[in-house]
Structure formats: C-alpha cells, structure tokens
C-alpha cells in the first residue's frame, strides 16, 4: 500500500463473509481501496455483491471479520471518527421519523447551515416543498421517498463532515434534482478537502459527475476513471445486460 499526500482514506486487506445454511459468501475478500481528497467515487456493482456492507464497515455500522488495515489523512487507526462521518442509508426510513414535522427534523440541525443548502440548491420544487412557509405543518410521513431522501440530504450535508458516504441516495430523486444534489456536493468536496463514496446503480450520472468508479466484483475493487470505462461493460456488470 503506497500513500500519497492526497489520500484521504486507504483500507488494505478487508474481509467480509456471510454465512447461510452452511455455505459461506466472501462479500468482500482482501479488499483494498484507495480515496483522494476532493475525490467524488461511484461505487457501482451487482446487487448482493458487497456495496451497502463495505459502506457500513467504514461508516461503524458493522463489523469487519478481521482488523484490516485503516489509514486516514496519513495516520493508522482502527476505526474512522463518527465524527468527520456522514453516512446517508440505504433505508432512510431508519434516519427519518414519520412522526415529526419537517420543520421539527430541520431544526435539530444547524440553522444558518440549513438556510445556506437550501440557497445553493436553488430548486423552485424543493423550496415549494420545504420553504420556510409551507414545511412547518407537513408531517416527514406526508413526502414522497424522494422528497424524503432530498430532506434528509440536505440535513446531513449541514453537518459538515470530512468523509461521505451515500448508499443509493438517487433511487426515488427525479433527474433534475440529482444534477442539483451531485453539483452542490462536489463544490463542498472541492471547498471542504473532503472526499465522498456515492452508491448507485445509475451509469449516466456515475460516468458525467464522477471522479472515479468503484467497480465492485467478486470482493474486489477496480477503480477507474470515468474516461476509462466501457458504458456496456459497467452494465453486463450490474445488470447483466448491455444496451
């Protein structure tokens, strides 16, 4: 393992096995990665092949079967801080409660950091849906998963963190408010020196917004450019068909 300066995260060496009915799946297996600051990386791969567990690994929500290898920002440690950590779950309905208010989530946030994402998001829905005058008696239960999924995104980006991490954060946002989402986060990337790991199925906006892809397979991660990679070849890979 060679690093660099600009590496904000590199993990050697990290095994996962699930075991049912007696047959045991190597998930993960020796797998190393690799993320630079100001990096924003797909992670992209077959369902069932590892995505959602190696993000729970590095964000602490699960545990690892050996003590792999863990630098961040240049220094050996065992785990990464909770706090430099913002982890956006595949089931948001574990982060969010149907039974408080917009407005009652919002505000167990920052305040002037709140006001500044919904000013950089500059979306006419979004501001219809989440405005100051209209959010206060909507019920989190009310919105759709994709108004879910933009409300709890702009509650963990005013957090500040330093690492990243977003398990299928597009699967219910329509196509004009991924764009505004995916440019808002890459200017934090590139302002804050921090790095994030997007999981996604969608190859559009994995080849035109990323840094890098994440190509999980068989345990292991290939990483490329989006410049390097074969459209047809991503997709025999997670859907098992070509266009």
Do not use: W
Not at 140 to 147: N, V
């Amino acid at each position: 393992m060679v690093i660099n300066n600009n590496t904000l995260i590199s993990v050697s060496c990290l095994t996962k096995t699930y075991s049912s009915n007696g047959i045991s799946n190597n998930v993960l297996n020796n797998l190393s990665l690799d993320i630079n600051k100001n990096e924003l990386s797909f992670l992209i791969g077959a369902n069932g092949c590892g995505k959602t567990t190696l993000l729970k690994i590095l964000s602490n929500h699960e545990k690892a079967d050996n003590d792999f290898q863990l630098v961040v920002s240049g220094k050996i440690v065992s785990q990464i801080d909770n706090n430099d950590i913002i982890y956006f779950p595949q089931n948001i309905e574990d982060a969010l409660s149907g039974s408080l208010k917009v407005s009652e989530f919002l505000s167990l946030f920052n305040k002037t950091e709140i006001k500044r994402i919904f000013d950089n998001f500059d979306n006419p829905e979004l501001i219809e849906v989440f405005s100051q005058n209209t959010y206060k008696s909507k019920l989190i239960q009310e919105l759709s998963i994709g108004q879910k999924q933009i409300l709890l995104a702009i509650a963990l980006l005013s957090k500040n963190g330093y690492i990243y991490f977003f398990d299928e954060i597009f699967s219910a946002m329509d196509k004009n408010n991924r764009s505004i989402f995916i440019e808002f986060l890459k200017k934090i990337i590139i302002k804050d020196n921090c790095c994030a790991i997007i999981v996604s199925h969608d190859i559009d906006m994995a080849l035109s917004y990323a840094d890098s892809i994440l190509l999980l397979n068989d345990g292991n991660i290939s990483k490329m450019m989006p410049s390097e990679c074969n459209e047809n070849e991503l997709l025999k890979n997670i859907h098992n068909f070509s266009k």
